[in-house]
Structures are given as C-alpha cells and as structure tokens.
C-alpha cells in the first residue's frame, strides 16, 4: 500500500533537477548577454586545466562529463623534446548535487556563445582584463563543450576561458572570477592524481 507513495516520492526526488534556475547574464563575469537554460548547460562537458604553459611542465587537468563522471589526468611534456606522457589519470564519480554546485561556480566564467571547434578562438577573460603580453599565461584554463549529435563532430561547439593571475589582473571581475573557479575546484572529491600533481608545484 505504500508503494504509490514512494513511486511518488522518488519521482520528486528525480525531477528536483528538472526545472534548475537558469542563470542570470548580470552574473557572468565575463560580459555573457545570453546565456543557455540551465538544463541545456548541465549537458555541457567541462575542461580545466592547471600548470604547465607553452614551454612544458607538469600539468593537471579535469574533465566533468554530462553524467557527472570526472576524469583527473596529470600529464608532463619535457620542454626540450616536447614528449608528453602521463603520471597518473583516474575516474571519480560526482553526486548530483555536488556536481550541479560546481557547474553553478564556473557558468559565471562561461563565454555567452560556444563556436565551433575548427575556428580559431581567444580565450575570454574577466570583464576588464587584458592579455598583458605573450607570456601572460593564465593560472586556469577552462574549455566548454558542447557535443551536439553524439554521432557527429560537425555540430561540437566550443568556449574558452583563462583566468588571469593576480600580478596580470586584479580588477573585481578577475577577483570574483578567481574566488568561483577555485571554490568550484574545492568541490571536487579527493583525487590521489591531483595530490601528485600538487606536490610537483
């Protein structure tokens, strides 16, 4: 007799996601006037990258699918001989919830239009900052993706965002920029790889 309920409450339970807010363009940090719907976002795959720049070194990257899987991959590229190999990858597994706070954090660095990835795209950076030079690398890197027909690469789109080092650019929207990217890497479980990575820096 109590099974219509529980059907019910489960049910409840598994649309609690279906009608996510969607975020507002005045929260973008980086000049977005159009954003998608939330839901639309939350089948978006984000990419974040740490360390490493154009000369090598030891870098560390994320990968949060739509089905909240995320992959950590710390890789190293040997500035001399441009070699790349890996030092250590794993696959976690996000809750919802979890996973839902993150993708909240790093929208507001999200650029309001995803291109498609034969073009050749700049990153876009907190409103106000500037690129100050070639070597102005950021501390982080974030791509989203947006597959499109799983069966087709014809449809993918693509947007880029670096966060600027402080010493680059410290106006407010760098500040709050900063202050959501890492907030949002906080979130993410306990990796073993991202620990190895850290005690190279």
Known sequence: MF??????????????????????????????????????????????T?????WGGDRLSYELRPNDSLSVTHTYSDP?????????????????GVAAQFRKL??????????GQGLDKDEV????????GPHDFGEVGVAFFDEGDARASEDDRVGLFELPSA???NRPAATEAREAVWDALRLLPKSKV?????RTQ
């Open 106 to 115: 790093m929208w507001r660095v999200r650029p309001g239009k995803l291109e």
């Open 3 to 48: 099974r219509p309920v529980a059907s019910l409450f489960a049910a409840a339970i598994l649309c609690g996601s279906c009608n996510r807010p969607t975020p507002e363009p005045s929260q973008s940090l980086v000049g977005a006037t159009e954003i998608p719907s939330a839901d639309d976002l939350s089948r978006e795959t984000i990419y974040i």
């Open 80 to 96: 001399r001989s441009a070699a790349e190999g890996v030092k250590g990858k794993e696959t976690l597994r996000m809750s919802p």
């Open 50 to 54: 740490r360390g490493a720049n154009d």
């Open 125 to 132: 950076r907190p409103v106000g900052c500037e690129r100050q």
């Open 194 to 198: 991202a620990a190895g990575f850290d």
């Open 167 to 169: 010493n680059s650019c």
